[in-house]
């Protein structure tokens, strides 16, 4: 299901490929988060002509609503949404972190307090699987229970003993055709954890391994060593996936480190501020400097928006709260990461990643918005 194609020699970096039910996924790659089946402001169409090779679900939000009755009387997510490639399902681990407030961690899952109207919901590692059954997604993620960084070390020792018996739980519940199911790595900052639950889910066999409890407010350097503390002792012959990062001068490094797939909520999010990411850091197209402007937001794009609209345009659209410009920065953004992982597979491919890896630290400048976005934990 994974296929190691190239290693490259001055990093951890690989080319690789996982295949899946619904087509071929080339990695390092990109996945677009659709949290409510749905990636905000890009359609289907739009993100298929931009390279989406998989996007990102789910699980919580969407066994509330539309819920899965509905789902299922819609033919499974992919007929529901229209989408023919692959979709991996996060299994709502995340929202024992993101929903702290109304929920309550259990011995075999989380009680929450539904964000919509406050009725009970519980799901652990049988209802999470079920769920992502029924969804029919192409690689589900086990339920795992992820710490804030900053908790105490007991804490962060239950949460991998919890996400390491809800993985071999996770790992004996049916799935749909052709389902994979990855396992999550927690520990916070601790390298003895990370190690120790990296070692313990590989003897699992799970079909690949993600890395949990990053994108979760710690500093760079913390989610840094997270990965860092984690992917040596992953297989070599399963996919990576560092879950909810991060900024493209993130996804470089990153990948450098060793892992192979990545969502972030960041490209629509920010684009919904008036924010573009471009080679060059962020520019936030809201701001006076461009409402006599009439170039692309970034020259040499591609993308839809660049070919067609100028940044005075795109700002004029912003400032009256016109759709068109928070979509055309949604589509930009989004191409631009896809173009940056694109990027890296052809720089991989060619022996030349250490020389892009170089170029692009030297010349992407984080903003303070973007660095602040980051410690505001914003995950998928």
């Known amino acids: 299901m994974f296929e190691l194609i190239q290693k490259d020699t001055s990093s951890r970096a690989r080319l690789g ?39 990102l679900g789910n699980t919580y939000h969407l066994s509330i609503r539309p819920g899965m009755d509905i789902i299922g009387q819609g033919g499974g997510l992919h007929r529901f949404m229209n989408w023919s490639l692959p979709i991996l399902t996060d299994s709502g681990g995340f929202q024992v972190f993101s929903l702290a407030k109304i929920r309550k961690v259990q011995a075999h899952g989380v009680e929450f307090r539904s964000h919509l109207d406050g009725s009970l919901l519980f799901i652990g590692p049988k209802e999470s699987m079920e769920i992502q059954r029924l ?48 396992g999550i790595v927690q520990g916070g900052n601790d390298p003895k954890l990370r190690e120790e639950c990296a ?11 993600a890395i949990g409890g990053v994108s979760v407010g710690e500093p760079e350097p913390e989610m840094m060593k997270a990965v860092e503390f984690s992917e040596p002792f992953l297989p070599e012959h399963k996919a990576r996936y560092a879950m909810g990062l991060g900024t493209p001068a993130q996804l470089v490094e990153l990948v450098a480190r060793g892992v192979d797939m990545f969502d972030c909520v960041l490209p629509t999010r920010v684009a919904r501020n008036g ?8 520019i936030s197209i809201k701001g006076g400097g461009y409402k006599a402007d009439f170039g692309p937001i970034e020259e040499d794009c591609p993308c839809y928006a660049c070919r067609n609209f100028t940044r005075a345009y795109l700002r004029h659209l912003l400032n009256v709260d ?34 892009y890896r170089t170029q692009f630290a030297a010349t992407y400048i984080p903003t303070e918005k973007v660095l602040a976005d980051r410690r505001a934990g914003l995950g998928s």
């Not at 900053?150 to 389902?179: F, K, N, S, Y």
Request: charged share 25%.
């Open 322 to 355: 016109e759709i068109l410009g928070l979509r055309m920065l949604s589509v930009h953004n989004s191409h631009m990461y896809l173009r940056v992982m694109q990027d890296i597979r052809t720089h991989l491919a060619a022996g030349t990643f250490a020389d």
């Open 17 to 55: 490929r996982v295949t899946t039910t619904h087509g071929v996924i080339e990695t390092p790659v990109f996945m677009p988060v659709g949290t409510q089946a749905t990636v905000k402001a890009l359609d289907p169409r739009e993100l298929i002509e931009m390279g989406t090779q998989v996007i």
């Open 275 to 282: 924010t573009a990411f471009t080679y060059k850091g962020t």
């Open 199 to 209: 070692r313990k889910l590989t003897a699992m066999d799970f079909d690949g391994y």
């Open 135 to 182: 969804l029919g997604s192409d690689i589900a993620m086990a339920f795992d229970e992820c710490p804030p960084h900053d908790a105490p070390p007991e804490e962060i020792r239950a949460a991998v003993d919890r996400t390491l018996r809800w993985a071999e739980e996770c790992r004996l519940q049916p799935r749909a055709v052709g389902q994979q199911v990855f």
